[in-house]
Each structure stands twice: as C-alpha cells, then as structure tokens.
C-alpha cells in the first residue's frame, strides 16, 4: 500500500498554524486517495538527532563501524524506505531566523546519503528517489517572498536545494506570510489555496 508521508517541524504545539494546515491538506488528500495510508513523523515530538560524532557514524559511512553506530543507521534506513515508499510527501515547514527548523534539516541529514537518495554521476549529483508530488506549506511571520526582505529568505532556496538533490522537483509551496501582522486573513487565504491544489499535487497524484 503506498502512503502519504507527512514531516511536521513546528515548534509552535498546540498553538502550530502549519501543523493545522498540515492536518487540513492530509485531510484532503486522504479524501481524494483513500487507499493511501497516512505516515507521520512529527519531529517536535519525537525529533531525530542532530548531526554529531556519534550520529555521523551510523549515517556518514558506507556501514556502521561500530555497535554504538548501529541505531543510527536502522533509524535513517527507516526514514529513507519512508521516504522512498510514499507516494505524496506533505512537509509543514515554519521559519525560524530565515530558515527551515533544525529539527527538519536533521530528517535532511537522515535522508540525504551519498549511494542511497542521491549519487554523483558523469554530469553531477543524480536523484534516487522514486518521483513524487512534495507539497510544503511554509509559515512565516513577516514577509519574504517579495521586496527588500526576500534576501534574507534562506528557508524555501534550502528546502529547494535538497529536495532537488533528492530528485524531487515536482514541489507546491504554499506560502502563507505575515502571520505576526494579520494571522487570520493570510490563515484563511492558504486554507483557500489548500483547496484549490489543482491541477497541482493532487492531480498529479491521482
């Protein structure tokens, strides 16, 4: 059965505007696939571990080494057959200080591994994994996409880059800005966004 893999990074918890937009366009695409299981990684509450020695062990090498370095591993084998495995990938991705959440770039870390997602052919890197609709919703508090401030935008160019690199390039952004300044109209134009997904991610899907 494929699936539909959902990444949540919102430290926001209950209060998280991404994770309840998540919700609603799982919700939706559970409607148009019902046959899709959903996976859900939420990595507030259960994050995957940062890069370290001991982390660098288990992912950074052809094969552990070490004992030690062996969960490491079984855990980014078991994120990348996630990945690899789904059929839609919905990621909920806030800003934080310009950037993607530390927990998600550790699942990056995870999934990102030469010989596996990704290798270095003739003309460069070459994605491995399996084609597939990806569809963000980034949450940001001020305004990036457009005008002096977009240079400081280094979340949706990061997210770009290594969902590329993966071989993923059929990529919906949903933006949703100016949450610090009128949360509920842009709230309410993503939500209309979300529900107008077509023909984008869902009918590339169906």
Same mark, same amino acid.
């Given at each position: 059965?494929?699936?539909?893999?959902?990444?949540?990074?919102?430290?926001?918890?209950?209060?998280?505007?991404?994770?309840?937009?998540?919700?609603?366009?799982?919700?939706?695409?559970? =409607? &148009?696939?019902? &046959?899709?299981?959903?996976?859900?990684?939420?990595?507030?509450?259960?994050?995957?571990?940062?890069?370290?020695?001991?982390?660098?062990?288990?992912?950074?090498?052809?094969?552990?080494?070490?004992?030690?370095?062996?969960?490491?591993?079984?855990?980014?084998?078991?994120?990348?057959?996630? %990945?690899?495995?789904?059929?839609? %990938?919905?990621?909920?991705?806030?800003? +934080?200080?310009?950037?993607?959440?530390?927990?998600?770039?550790?699942?990056?870390?995870?999934?990102?591994?030469?010989?596996?997602?990704?290798? +270095?052919?003739?003309?460069?890197?070459? #994605?491995?994994?399996?084609?597939?609709?990806?569809?963000?919703?980034?949450?940001? #508090?001020?305004? +990036?996409?457009? #005008?002096?401030?977009?240079?400081?935008?280094?979340?949706?160019?990061?997210?770009?880059?290594?969902?590329?690199?993966?071989?993923?390039?059929?990529?919906?952004?949903?933006?949703?800005?100016?949450?610090?300044?009128? =949360?509920?109209?842009?709230?309410?134009? =993503?939500?209309?966004?979300? #529900? =107008?997904?077509?023909?984008?991610?869902?009918?590339?899907?169906?």
């Amino acid at each position: 059965m494929g699936s539909i893999l959902v990444i949540k990074s919102s430290a926001g918890g209950a209060a998280s505007v991404s994770n309840k937009l998540v919700d609603q366009l799982v919700a939706r695409l559970q =409607a &148009e696939r019902p &046959e899709l299981k959903v996976v859900e990684r939420d990595l507030d509450r259960e994050p995957v571990p940062h890069l370290s020695s001991a982390t660098m062990a288990g992912i950074g090498r052809p094969a552990p080494e070490t004992e030690a370095a062996k969960p490491t591993r079984a855990l980014s084998d078991a994120l990348v057959a996630e %990945l690899q495995e789904a059929e839609i %990938l919905v990621i909920g991705a806030p800003m +934080y200080n310009f950037g993607i959440a530390s927990t998600l770039k550790s699942w990056f870390d995870h999934v990102l591994r030469a010989g596996v997602t990704f290798q +270095y052919g003739p003309n460069g890197p070459e #994605g491995l994994v399996a084609a597939k609709p990806v569809i963000v919703i980034e949450t940001r #508090g001020g305004a +990036y996409s457009e #005008g002096p401030a977009a240079v400081l935008d280094s979340q949706e160019p990061h997210l770009r880059t290594m969902l590329g690199f993966m071989g993923l390039r059929d990529v919906d952004f949903v933006r949703v800005e100016k949450l610090a300044m009128a =949360a509920q109209e842009q709230i309410a134009a =993503a939500v209309e966004r979300i #529900g =107008a997904l077509r023909p984008g991610a869902l009918a590339k899907a169906a």
